[in-house]
């Protein structure tokens, strides 16, 4: 499966993304304990010092050439459901977190000095501890992870002041999701909460848009968050087409962020390089 030639992806000297993931979901190993948490923490501890207990996600399974957008499956049991443990890194931009049945890699913007390093990077971290689980696995007993899923997905804060002011112009950011004015009855918009799914090609995912009124956690800020995620399942589990698939869930969410956005704030605001 291989990605677009052409034209080159869209790129920002200031880009609005604030958190990166990389994710495969599989089945659950049976094998895999709450012991097994802490031997593969002394796998991870020196670059990953900090350990966190977290309620597990549920699986999420994409039916790929049905309406049915996506579907998450709850599943009943008499064990005591694992946790999801995430392992921090020295520089807490990184993050891993695994369960018996997901394993992510994040990079996420802690304060406003953190520069965006770019999706080579982001994607090298992950793919790299990946690997080092499959060989914790290995050298465990706890069986090869089948995958069930991959997924990546980018999120973007729109601080208000920069490309709008209200939600009155929330248009200049998201032309498909703007306010009509003036109108008879309804009065100023409140609030926003839009999704929407696409289809990747050849029935191997599809990509997940929201945008939502939302408070920054850190000054209190009002921001449009943008979520995109390209969830799926290449053809073949083949080395080469999950990198690939990968590769190409990165670029729908790339040129779908520029689809989705107004000229303006893109050259403007987060100094689009390419066009």
Request: glycine share 6%.
């Amino acid at each position: 499966m291989a990605t677009s030639a052409n034209p080159p992806l869209p790129d920002y000297d200031s880009p609005p993304v604030i958190e990166v993931v990389c994710g495969f979901q599989f089945a659950p190993l049976d094998r895999f304990l709450a012991t097994s948490f802490g031997l593969l923490w002394e796998r991870f501890r020196a670059e990953y010092p900090i350990c966190e207990q977290h309620p597990p996600l549920v699986q999420v399974t994409e039916r790929l050439g049905q309406p049915i957008a996506e579907e998450s499956q709850v599943e009943f049991s008499s064990e005591f459901p694992l946790p999801r443990i995430f392992f921090v890194h020295r520089s807490p931009c990184w993050l891993i977190q695994v369960q018996n049945d997901r394993f992510l890699h994040n990079w996420r913007k802690q304060d406003e000095a953190d520069a965006y390093p770019r999706f080579p990077e982001v994607f090298g971290k992950f793919w790299a501890a990946w690997e080092q689980f499959l060989r914790f696995c290995d050298d465990e007993k706890l069986g090869t992870p089948r995958l069930n899923q991959l997924e990546v997905t980018y999120i973007n804060h729109v601080v208000q002041g920069e490309g709008w002011d209200g939600m009155d112009t929330i248009g200049g950011v998201f032309p498909d999701i703007g306010w009509r004015t003036p109108r008879s009855f309804l009065p100023t918009l409140e609030s926003v909460n839009w999704t929407a799914s696409f289809a990747l090609p050849e029935t191997t995912g599809r990509l997940h848009a929201s945008v939502r009124h939302a408070v920054r956690r850190r000054d209190s800020r009002a921001v449009l968050l943008c979520e995109l995620t390209a969830r799926g399942l290449p053809r073949r589990l083949d080395h080469d087409s999950v990198r690939n698939w990968f590769q190409l869930g990165r670029e729908w969410i790339v040129r779908g962020f520029a689809d989705l956005t107004g000229e303006r704030i893109q050259t403007e605001i987060w100094k689009r390089r390419s066009v």
